[in-house]
């Protein structure tokens, strides 16, 4: 089994649509959780750490459950500018490790 | 405000020259990470430095090398490259090692021929 694992996609959305985004890790010692977004050509960029207890971020929610090892993200009323490819990272809390990226997913809106 | 740099944007290198990315930080990151992306794959660690005077192997080490002399830089160094060498390479810092949010640069392109 892969660390982390997420549907690539493509999704192909119209603009206003509410798309979400799965995503899931082997390693249950993993302490650390983020979405990072990847524009084409462009460094990838946090968009919003995962909390335990779920978060929220504008329209933006990420939920974790760790007894699944699983991680979402909800987009609710898309917008052209959220296409993007949007990775999932993990990380174990240990020094000399780095994070674990997962492939990305990527989402195309559309007017 | 700078963050993280790269240097050059792009390079296009003759197989079995050297060449050296360099990456400078100002954020007094404590860690650093060489990462490199190819279509398919993801993201792939090559190098990480979790302190200046301390350097580790990720996943794929094999044909690059680094050094961390000061916070600051954290130059990756191609000694002979190889076609499979070309790829987008991206620096990245943490304030400490382990579980910190990274902050990318804005990466090279190397291609290889």
């Known amino acids: 089994r892969k660390e982390v694992e997420q549907d690539p996609g493509p999704f192909n959305v119209p603009e206003g649509a509410t798309v979400a985004f799965n995503c899931t890790y082997s390693?249950?010692?993993?302490?650390?959780f983020f979405w990072y977004r990847q524009d084409c050509r462009k460094e990838p960029k946090l968009l919003m750490s995962v909390y335990s207890s779920g978060n929220e971020d504008g329209r933006f929610t990420a939920q974790l459950n760790r007894a699944s090892q699983y991680i979402s993200l909800l987009i609710r009323d898309s917008k052209l500018s959220d296409s993007a490819t949007y990775l999932c990272v993990v990380n174990l809390q240990q020094a000399g490790t780095a994070l674990i990226f997962g492939k990305g997913t990527t989402l195309s809106v559309s007017s | 405000t700078a963050g993280i740099t790269q240097a050059p944007t792009s390079q296009i290198l003759a197989a079995g020259r050297s060449m050296t990315l360099r990456c400078t930080q100002d954020m007094r990151h404590n860690a650093m990470y060489w990462y490199r992306q190819d279509l398919g794959l993801g993201l792939r660690l090559i190098h990480y430095?979790?302190?200046?005077?301390?350097?580790g192997k990720g996943e794929v080490p094999d044909g690059y090398s680094v050094s961390r002399a000061n916070t600051d830089d954290f130059p990756l160094t191609l000694a002979s490259a190889v076609p499979s060498q070309t790829s987008v390479y991206f620096c990245?810092?943490?304030?400490?090692?382990?579980?910190?949010?990274?902050?990318f640069g804005a990466g090279t392109r190397l291609s290889v021929l």
């Open positions: 390693n249950s010692a993993s302490q650390s």
């Open positions: 990245a810092s943490s304030l400490g090692p382990g579980g910190n949010i990274q902050y």
């Open positions: 430095s979790n302190t200046a005077g301390t350097t």
